[in-house]
């Protein structure tokens, strides 16, 4: 079963022949995907989106990630980049002319990766413990969600992005968990962040208004209508 | 200029020694603080609040933590015998097995050093393919070319730890044969001048697993 964005955003349809040098592998609910999607429609690169029905994987994928066998992957000239944040980094030394995705000072670039490292171990270990955990691990789950909310408050601080003014790398890292925050709200009631991460919550706004965020992302019912579909598959084993 | 730049370490950790190599190899002079990990100093707990884990680099009272973010911030702050390749697509790619390392090969053979019974086997299974992937990476003489590079410096524990868990566990989980090429980069890299003289001492490092081994098997005992 593939699940397809509702509409297809123009910037993501092949208008030139650019187009056919660069290619998406990418599940629509993935946050993974997500970020590939939001920094190619950031650097405003047109590519062909091509979607993975992850319970049946195309022989592209296979051959352009046995390592990993999973997406996002970034096809370029035929060459494979795995693995969402490297996607990120390659996109940005590529297309390197506007819009710089990392800051350039080397200090600030190693505090931009660290704090994508933290996203993709805590910030995901512990959704996925929310998503798929019996209640007591679900509400260890939501207390770290909490602990680690608190820690990008304090990273974040006054700044408009994680990187200052300009939106970048971290910020592009965390807003599909942020949208599983979202989702979490109903799901798990996870209310919390509200009342105590006022600032990231009006990051997580000011983020979805942005457009490469507000057409990359897959929207709060598609996220846990492939969650249901997940626990079904998983279930049946 | 050192005390410009500490590094915080402890003797024996692979991800400590991938700094220490780094900077040896780009000739930086820094302070070595060896830490306790069962006493943690306050300044470690405060540069590293959220992983509480060494290594910790601090260049002008500024810390960077995780050893592949500090070796990156390295290459790019000191721009001499680079590390990582400069063409994007040989970075990303460098940057893919260095994940694989850390989130595949590592574990893998540290399921195998810690598990017991079927669990192992299974490890060990597990392990070897990692192995064959990375065996099938090596095209010259190192991960970098000629010369050392990153992931030379990411893959350097194999070359001193492999050894000294199959002694302690008893246990064959490489096979020099059926690795020929990781073989053989395992003794360059070994022997390497800017590499070889900071190995931890084999003997103590075999007394220290020895003791780790023996606690994972009472806590968890073979069913």
Not at chain 1, 135 to 149: A, C, R, V, Y
Not at chain 1, 161 to 181: M, S, T
């Amino acid at each position: 079963m593939t699940l397809a964005p509702q509409k297809e955003p123009e910037s993501l349809s092949f208008k030139n022949n650019m187009a056919e040098e660069v290619v998406l592998l990418d599940y629509w609910p993935s946050p993974f995907g997500t970020r590939a999607r939001i920094a190619l429609a950031e650097k405003g690169i047109s590519f062909i989106h091509k979607f993975e029905d992850l319970s049946n994987k195309s022989h592209l994928l296979m051959k352009m990630n046995p390592v990993q066998q999973r997406v996002p992957v970034l096809v370029h000239k035929g060459k494979p980049v795995c693995e969402s944040d490297i996607i990120i980094q390659y996109i940005d030394e590529v297309w390197n002319h506007s819009f710089p995705l990392l800051p350039s000072e080397p200090y600030q670039r190693a505090k931009a990766r660290f704090l994508v490292d933290f996203i993709n171990k805590k910030v995901h270990e512990s959704s996925v413990k929310v998503w798929m955990g019996a209640k007591e691990e679900q509400e260890n789950g939501k207390k770290e969600l909490l602990e680690w909310s608190k820690f990008l408050e304090g990273e974040l601080g006054d700044k408009l992005y994680f990187g200052g003014d300009v939106f970048g790398f971290v910020d592009i890292a965390l807003v599909p968990f942020y949208n599983w925050f979202i989702v979490f709200k109903t799901f798990a009631n996870f209310n919390i962040i509200e009342t105590e991460c006022p600032k990231l919550v009006m990051w997580g706004d000011r983020c979805l208004n942005r457009d490469s965020v507000s057409k990359s992302l897959p929207t709060t019912d598609q996220v846990y209508q492939a969650y249901l579909e997940f626990k079904r598959g998983w279930a049946h084993g | 200029m050192a005390e410009e730049l500490k590094l915080h370490r402890t003797w024996s950790s692979p991800f400590g020694l991938r700094i220490v190599w780094a900077l040896h190899i780009k000739g930086i002079e820094y302070d070595a603080i060896f830490e306790d990990l069962s006493q943690k100093s306050p300044e470690l707990l405060q540069y590293n609040p959220i992983h509480k884990k060494i290594p910790v680099l601090v260049h002008k009272g500024k810390p960077i933590c995780e050893s592949l973010v500090i070796l990156e911030y390295i290459d790019e702050t000191w721009k001499e015998a680079p590390l990582l390749p400069q063409d994007p697509y040989e970075k990303a790619m460098a940057r893919f097995w260095a994940k694989f390392g850390e989130e595949k090969l590592l574990p893998s053979i540290w399921s195998v050093f810690t598990g017991q019974g079927e669990e192992k086997k299974e490890a060990l299974g597990l392990a070897v393919q990692n192995l064959e992937l990375l065996e099938e990476q090596l095209k010259e003489k190192f991960f970098g070319g000629e010369k050392i590079g990153y992931l030379d410096l990411v893959f350097g524990w194999l070359a001193y730890l492999l050894d000294v868990f199959e002694e302690v566990i008893d246990l064959k989980l490489f096979d020099a044969g059926k690795f020929p090429l990781l073989s053989a980069w395992m003794k360059n890299f070994y022997d390497a001048p800017e590499i070889k003289e900071h190995w931890p001492p084999r003997d103590k490092l075999v007394t220290k697993f020895q003791v780790l081994h023996e606690k994972y098997q009472t806590a968890n005992p073979p069913k």
